[in-house]
């Protein structure tokens, strides 16, 4: 997401923000940018891959609608428990999780 009132001619490290934590970028942690300017940190990432691929639960019933894809969803999901319009599906999960592990300016890996 982009912080309200920033200018899209001139946007600014801090004028992104995580969805799920609302955690201003500060260029010091990695971002995954979904659909429409969409974005999930890698810390918000590790507690969705936890909560849904490792330990198969979800937060919500199928039917709803992912942050990242903007699709409506039926499989398994994370929900913010800080913003709760913020959910993640399990496909973007998995998604945003590969692409994070490749890419080699950050140093992070799929949680085990």
């Known amino acids: 997401?982009?912080?309200a009132g920033a200018d899209p001619e001139n946007m600014e490290l801090s004028?992104?923000?995580c969805d799920f934590s609302h955690k201003a970028w500060d260029g010091r942690f990695p971002l995954v940018e979904?659909?429409?300017?969409s974005l999930i940190s890698g810390d918000c990432l590790t507690l969705a891959y936890r909560f849904v691929v490792l330990?198969?639960?979800?937060?919500l019933e199928p039917g709803y609608t992912c942050t990242m894809c903007l699709e409506e969803r039926k499989d398994r999901c994370w929900q913010s428990p800080?913003?709760?319009e913020a959910v993640i599906c399990?496909?973007?999960?998995?998604q945003g999780a590969t692409k994070l592990q490749k890419?080699?300016?950050w140093d992070w890996a799929k949680p085990e």
């Not at 330990?55 to 937060?59: A, I, L, P, V």
């Open 90 to 94: 399990l496909r973007c999960i998995r």
């Open 1 to 3: 997401m982009q912080r």
């Open 55 to 59: 330990e198969e639960q979800t937060s």
């Open 15 to 17: 004028d992104f923000i």
């Open 82 to 84: 800080a913003y709760p």
């Open 34 to 37: 979904g659909h429409r300017g």
């Open 103 to 105: 890419d080699e300016d």
